[in-house]
Nanobody, 125 residues
Framework: VQLQAFGGGLVQAGGSLRLSCVGSGRTFRGLGLGWFRQALGKDREFVAASPRSGGTGVYRNSVNGRFTISRDNAKSTMYLQIDSLEVEDTAVYYC???????????????????WGQGTLVTVSS
């Protein structure tokens, strides 16, 4: 599975962005999908994930209510809607996928087999 993330950019605090992750090589059906981010000088951290079943999304506590993950299996595309952006959301955002990930591991980077190249989100104050 090859993944490409799109949609990053420069946004003022309080604004919104929608990131997209497009896959090729297989359908997204049955894949666990995740979004991670890495700020400059910091470790990569979990943001949101969609389980293999396509059920309810899982979120990092600090973004719950502002971030919404969704997926379109037919288009092999995943989205991350980000609202009420904060300066602290500035980071490179990565999408990831796994055909075998279990629910309890959705927030663990090493549990994902495939990664996109990342898209930069910069939030100005």
């Amino acid at each position: 599975v090859q993944l490409q993330a799109f949609g990053g950019g420069l946004v003022q605090a309080g604004g919104s962005l929608r990131l997209s992750c497009v896959g090729s090589g297989r359908t997204f059906r049955g894949l666990g999908l995740g979004w991670f981010r890495q700020a400059l000088g910091k470790d990569r951290e979990f943001v949101a994930a969609s389980p293999r079943s396509g059920g309810t999304g899982v979120y990092r506590n600090s973004v719950n209510g502002r971030f919404t993950i969704s997926r379109d299996n037919a288009k092999s595309t995943m989205y991350l809607q980000i609202d009420s952006l904060e300066v602290e959301d500035t980071a490179v955002y990565y999408c990831a996928a796994s055909p075998s990930i279990i629910h309890s591991s959705l927030g663990v980077p090493s549990a994902y087999s495939y990664w996109g190249q990342g898209t930069l989100v910069t939030v100005s104050s």
